[in-house]
Each structure stands twice: as C-alpha cells, then as structure tokens.
C-alpha cells in the first residue's frame, strides 16, 4: 500500500518550463551561445549551476569562466525568471492538479515536493497551493541533484514514510531515475517524448484513480 505522494513542480504542478528556456536563452545569447527548445529538454529537473555548465558545454565555452563569473550568471539568469514569474495565479497550475490534490488532501495523504528549485516554496505560493504540501525538500540541503535519489529519500522522510510507500510524479528523465532508484512507484507526467522507466503514464493528474493508485 502506499502512503504518501511526492511531487516535482516544474512540469508537474506548473508549467515553468517555459520561463527557464526564455531566461536561459538570453543569458546564453549574451555569452554568444544558441540553444533551443530541444536542447532545453536536458536542462529539465537540473540544478540551476548544473543547467548553466550543460549550457556552456553545448556552446564549447565549458572552460572558459571562473566560478565566480559562472555564479554572476546563475544570478542573473535567476533574477529573469523570477521577474517572469511575477504575474504567475492559480491558473498557472497545470489542467487536474487542484483537483487532484484536493482529492489526496480529503483522504488525508500526505504530500511533498521534490524539486531541484530553489524557487519553489515562492512559486507554490504565487500559484496558491502550498497549504497541500506537508513540506518541500531543501534543494540546498542535497549533496546530488536529480538524477541521484536523495531527493526523494528526503521527501519520504518528510512524509514519515518508507520510500516504498510513496508515489513519485515526474515530467523529466533525470526525475524518472532518482524515483525508481528510491524504490518508488513512478508515474510519468508526459505531454510529448515518452518517458522510458515509469510504470504508468498519464498526461493530467485527473486522469488517475488514487484509490487504485495506493493498491500499487
Ligand atoms: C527544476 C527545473 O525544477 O528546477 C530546472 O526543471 C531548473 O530546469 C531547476 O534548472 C532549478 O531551478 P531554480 O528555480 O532553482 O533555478
Ligand atoms: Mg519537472
């Protein structure tokens, strides 16, 4: 039986994914580095330095900035998103979420987030549902990102439960891995690419039955 669902944000609950790609290309422009929509696919569920050292890889300039300089950028690419995520309401959340955890919240499961951002605790309240989450794990707090379980593992715990009791929901690769490395149950938020290791697929929350999803 499982006991508790633990939840990524972005791509999951809202649709940032967007917001990171806009801030990314213009800081990436700036360094005189073209990405696009298919290379934005790497960058989901990754850690904002590691987003930015992909970036600068796939530009061939892995090498050529300090630390300090690749912190500058970080920041600012951050101080773009966040302006882009002013206007940011409930509308935001993505199409069976409030329902979904409204359903959860009424048989009294506990939820958490896992999230590599470090944006999430401001963006759950922009879209006005952090009241569902029992808590949402530090990212500061991990020693590996996505694709490493410990995310996960520090969700259950949050929850007060084992790994093997919860249900992970994800829309990236990186995601998909940790939470069948947790020893989860995965179920893949996929809107276009299929994700290869959930054990079930849905395109909205809604469409699950969480009576039937705790049986798993
Ligand atoms: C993840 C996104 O949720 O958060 C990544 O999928 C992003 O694209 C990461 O890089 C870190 O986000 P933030 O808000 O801390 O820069
Ligand atoms: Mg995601």
């Known amino acids: 039986m499982k006991k508790g669902f633990i939840f990524d944000l972005d791509g999951v609950i809202t649709d940032t994914a967007k917001f990171h790609y806009l801030a990314w290309e213009k800081t990436a422009a700036e360094l005189g580095i073209e990405i696009d929509l298919v290379f934005n696919e790497q960058l989901k569920g990754i850690s904002r330095m590691d987003s930015l050292e992909r970036i600068l890889v796939h530009g061939g300039k892995a090498t050529e900035y300090t630390l300090t300089e690749k912190e500058k950028l970080a920041t600012e690419k951050n101080q773009m998103y966040v302006e882009l995520l002013q206007d940011l309401s409930a509308e935001d959340l993505l199409p069976g979420v409030a329902s979904f955890l409204k359903k959860a919240?009424?048989?009294?499961?506990?939820?958490?987030?896992?999230?590599?951002?470090?944006?999430?605790?401001?963006?759950?309240?922009?879209?006005?549902?952090?009241?569902?989450?029992?808590?949402?794990?530090?990212?500061?707090?991990?020693?590996?990102?996505?694709?490493?379980?410990?995310?996960?593992?520090?969700?259950?715990?949050?929850?007060g439960i084992q790994p093997q009791e919860a249900v992970g929901f994800e829309d990236a690769q990186a995601g998909i891995i940790g939470i069948k490395d947790a020893g989860m149950y995965a179920v893949g938020i996929?809107?276009?690419?299929?994700?290869?290791?959930?054990?079930?697929?849905?395109?909205?929350?809604?469409?699950?039955?969480?009576?039937e999803l705790l049986t798993k």
């Open 190 to 211: 996929v809107t276009t690419e299929a994700l290869p290791g959930v054990d079930e697929t849905v395109s909205r929350l809604d469409e699950l039955n969480i009576d």
């Open 105 to 159: 919240q009424a048989k009294n499961i506990p939820c958490a987030i896992a999230s590599a951002s470090k944006n999430a605790p401001f963006i759950l309240e922009k879209l006005g549902v952090s009241g569902y989450f029992k808590g949402i794990v530090d990212p500061e707090s991990l020693t590996k990102g996505k694709p490493d379980p410990e995310i996960f593992i520090k969700a259950a715990e949050i929850l």
